[in-house]
């Protein structure tokens, strides 16, 4: 390809959230000359890639675009000459969710996508397949910018970054996205008039806010927050309010994932109670996606369904788009990103990913100096982010005893013998997608480890099931 006439990537094509990101690229069409839409899956997912695939067709015509869409199963083929390349994959399909929720629970301890031992296992499946895709990169699209969603985004890509070797790399959260869209109107003001800062890690920052006369509206946005003013809160999270003592001490908004280390015990019965009931929420997605795989099959279905934005993800596709719009055109957007800390959080390393309010332009991601954090918040992203350098680490090597000391560093994971038992039964049940651990599965089978919740066992029939209805 040509600058004048992009070739875009997308890996995990046939995600729920791949019309979004159509949509997303339609409303640049002015700014981005895209020739182009390559959507990649694997064979598991090659019935949802055709299906949206298909759909993709029908928004592009319907907006009197010549774009081509290409599905493919050819990941190299893909990526040969790739201007933009974008992953939004998850390794294990929803099943693996499913297993990463429904066993954490049976031990009573949390079961979260991103949080805990469901995100220690997401990261352990996704750092390999991440290098790999990024080995592909470095010889067939060597110039290409690599646009990360796929989660846990910040711990992915500290992988890529670190591991990879690849400085083209910016990952994304919509998380911030979602409190810059919903914030203003809580104290009626406009996004365009407010500056926002953020500094933290993935799933893991904070913000702060001014308005244009340099006035810090912080507080009244938290004011707010508290007679019930809705602040942007992911569809995934059980609503329970943060301390306002706390907030007021350290004076900035913590992001709705805090919850689950601000307020453990409440969050974690919220989750015991979901997996009592038998419907934790990967169990909700598994739902959700089934009906809109039913929706994106209406050949005159040719724009995106309100009911995406069920989905925990929404705004992550939009926000994906804009920074490739800003790379692209030089744009030097504000926008929160997972990139290298280049000494905007002085209490972490410079070399360690850290996610940040930066300017993206045509150079990638140039963070924001946020400035040290207080006493509490400085040693909980310490532990947080050499937590998430263990958990890569270990995910690179196979290192079991590594694999231990992250359970064992988690907050959100009791130390003791069910910590270990939990990392076992989770190594056994994740066997086919962990081939760094494949020795230690193989010696954990032959004690006897298995896996005993009746869902986790079965997930992976009850959604090929699923896959054989659409």
Known sequence: MT???????????????????????IKRQDQLPIKEIWLVDIPAGEKKLNIVGEMARRMVKKSGLDWKIITTLDRRA?????DFVSTQFRVGLMAARVKDERIPGSYGFLGQETNGAGGIFKAFRTVPVILDIVKDMKELCPDAWLINFTNPSGMITEAIQHYGKWPRVIGLCNVPVMAMMTEPQT???????LT????????????????KTGKEVTMEIIDKMY??????????????????????????IPCGYHRYYYRQEEMLNHSLE???????????????????????????????????AERGG?????????????IYADKRTHMVVSTLNNGAIPDLPSDHTVEVSAQIGAAGAIPLTFGPFQPAERGWIQLMKNMELVIDKAAVTGDYGLALQAFIMNPLIPSGQKAKDLLDEMLVANKEFLPQFADKIDELIAQGVQVHDEVARNIDETLAQQNLEL
């Open 196 to 211: 926002y800062k953020f500094a933290g890690i993935d799933h893991f920052h904070w913000h702060r806010v001014w308005d």
């Open 274 to 308: 979901e997996f009592d009931n038998g419907a934790t929420r990967a169990q909700e997605v598994i739902k959700i996606e089934h009906e809109l795989f039913k929706l994106y099959q209406d050949p005159n279905l040719n724009y995106k369904p309100k009911q995406l």
């Open 187 to 193: 104290i009626g003001r406009e996004l365009k008039d």
């Open 314 to 326: 929404a705004h992550y596709s939009d926000a994906a788009c804009e920074s490739i719009a800003s």
């Open 78 to 82: 893909a990526l040969k000459d790739a």
């Open 3 to 25: 600058r004048n006439q992009l070739k875009m990537v997308t890996i995990g094509g046939g995600s729920s959230y791949t019309p979004e990101l159509i949509e997303g690229y």
């Open 227 to 252: 007679e019930g003013k809705d602040a942007g809160l992911p569809k995934n999270i059980f609503e329970i309010n943060f301390f306002k003592e706390q907030l007021e001490q350290m004076k900035m």
